[in-house]
């Protein structure tokens, strides 16, 4: 089944201590982003990837890391979370492959991490 | 850059009714247009998608439509059901330039019994 597997997806935690949370797709996408979701602000983008080794900056980067190593895998790190950090988590895929006719472009997303920071 | 502004942020219709979400978007050279549905506890789904060479596209009980001149788009649900309850999300991008999508701030749609 073709999706994106988001880890864990439930995480309480406490200021200052690192994590990451995994991302993984098998639909050998070439582009992958972060997005946290909070009430009455929708979702708003935080890095996002073209294809391995690239990686650029959303709209709401700080505080955030990612990487790019393998196609398949976009971790998002936090280094030193804080509680503005609390959010429900997206990371979604797409093929870039194709025009804006065809099927390029649409989004796949994952099931979603919930994040608390305590 | 792109922004895009949607209404309203909740809406509550009866059952079997019609239901109409409104977007704008600012950047004129935006050519793709999706709008996803998120259920409860799960992450936003494609539902129906419209790009700039079309002005209207349907799919059973749901159907958008593009203004390209006025930069509106909406989405459209008719004889409303239960499962239609969750939050919808639009967007705009221009796939010749990035494939940077811009989210609306969603609208959470009750169907009432």
């Known amino acids: 089944e073709a999706q994106v597997t988001q880890n864990p997806r439930y995480l309480i935690t406490v200021t200052g201590k690192k994590l990451t949370v995994t991302c993984s797709q098998n639909m050998n996408h070439e582009y992958m982003s972060w997005y946290r979701q909070d009430p009455g602000l929708g979702l708003r983008q935080i890095y996002y990837?073209?294809?391995?080794?690239?990686?650029d900056k959303g709209d709401v980067p700080e505080g955030y890391k990612v990487s790019r190593k393998e196609k398949r895998n976009f971790p998002l790190i936090l280094e030193s979370p804080s509680p503005n950090q609390t959010s429900l988590y997206f990371c979604?895929?797409?093929?870039?492959?194709?025009?804006?006719?065809?099927?390029?472009?649409?989004?796949?997303f994952g099931a979603g991490s919930r994040l608390t920071v305590l | 850059g792109e922004n895009v502004e949607q209404h309203p942020s909740t809406l509550s219709v009866q059952e079997g009714d019609s239901a109409v979400i409104k977007c704008t978007y600012s950047?004129?050279?935006?050519?793709?247009f999706p709008w996803y549905k998120q259920e409860l506890g799960k992450g936003p789904q494609l539902i129906i998608d419209i790009r700039s060479n079309v002005g209207e596209k349907k799919d059973q009980r749901i159907a958008v439509t593009l203004n390209k001149t006025a930069k509106h788009f909406s989405l459209h649900i008719t004889e409303t059901q239960p499962e239609d309850s969750a939050v919808y999300f639009c967007a705009a991008s221009n796939k010749n330039r990035d494939d940077k999508i811009i989210f609306g701030k969603g609208t959470r749609l009750h169907i009432l019994p």
């Open positions: 990837s073209m294809n391995v080794e690239v990686t």
């Open positions: 950047d004129s050279a935006s050519n793709y």
């Open positions: 979604a895929s797409s093929s870039t492959r194709g025009t804006v006719f065809s099927g390029a472009n649409v989004l796949t």
